[in-house]
């Protein structure tokens, strides 16, 4: 009898050690803000503008045409973001901003239009965790739920499912060793119809920029899991004395220049005037 006691005793304790030993939400958040730089150093950061090659994959026929575009993205404290996309004559091609509390995008072509509000939910949930990822969570009003790990491409992750204040979720695929996302599951919110459709991110070669980590590589990937985005960092800066006026609505396109009619209905009074 005391040798199954103490057979017992040995089973429960090495079962308690073994539950001790399972992270929690805190302790991959906590590994991902050490991996970033540390609570503070990324407290320090008020503002960050980044350059990125970006590269859209777009179905044509049965093959996929790439286009590539430099394309530069501007934040600022506390939930302030713009993403901007350039010609290769450096106009711009698209700009998407968000002030904190208005939203606006701009397409060539098509002009400027107000965001609807799921866009700006987002575009607000984005900036306010851009620099510090899960940094002090529950006072930015998000709920992590640690999820059982799972295996992605031969490597074991943790998984977090996050909800945002305004009740957006997503699946986060996270490094157990530094807690970086590798992954992201979301849905979001498509500019040509306005309704919420499956997103999937890609974030890769993780790089130190003065002190602050950041993915080398992003990709996007439609429903059916094909490659339609991909942007590659070239150049970061913290503490860039960015403006508020950065982040204003984007200029209205200018008119288009009169056609070749209007120029010979301005013109017909002077040549009825040499005959």
């Given amino acids: 009898m005391k040798r199954f006691s103490y057979s017992l005793t040995l089973v429960l304790g090495l079962l308690a050690l073994s539950c001790a030993k399972q992270p929690t939400v805190d302790d991959v958040v906590q590994k991902q803000v050490q991996t970033q730089g540390g609570a503070a150093a990324l407290a320090a950061i008020t503002d960050q503008v980044s350059k990125w090659e970006a ?57 400027v239009r107000e965001m609807v509000q799921s866009e700006m939910d987002e575009n607000h949930a984005l900036a306010e965790t851009w620099i510090e990822g899960w940094h002090d969570y529950a006072a930015k009003g998000i709920k992590l739920e640690l999820l059982p790990d799972t295996t992605l491409v031969e490597k074991l992750l943790k998984v977090l499912r996050s909800t945002d204040r305004f009740g957006n979720v997503s699946l986060n695929y996270c490094d157990p060793q530094t807690g970086l996302v590798e992954r992201m599951e979301s849905n979001m919110t498509d500019p040509t119809s306005m309704t919420k459709i499956p997103s999937v991110m890609a974030f890769e070669n993780y790089t130190s920029f003065a002190g602050f980590m950041s993915a080398g590589t992003f990709k996007q990937y439609d429903q059916s899991g094909t490659l339609m985005f991909e942007a590659i960092l070239k150049e970061l800066q913290n503490n860039a004395s960015v403006a508020d006026e950065a982040f204003a609505a984007p200029a209205p396109e200018e008119a288009a220049p009169a056609d070749d009619a209007e120029e010979e209905e301005e013109s017909a009074p002077e040549d009825e005037a040499q005959m």
């Avoid at 179905?59 to 901007?84: C, H, L, Q, W």
């Avoid at 004559?89 to 904190?100: I, K, L, N």
């Fill in 55 to 111: 590269k859209f994959l777009i179905p044509m026929g049965d093959s996929m045409v790439t286009a590539t575009v430099d394309m530069i993205i501007t934040y600022k404290r506390p939930n302030k973001i713009k993403f901007e996309m350039f010609n290769p004559d450096g106009s711009t091609a698209s700009a998407t901003v968000f002030d904190g509390a208005q939203g606006w995008q701009y397409m060539m072509g098509q002009g």
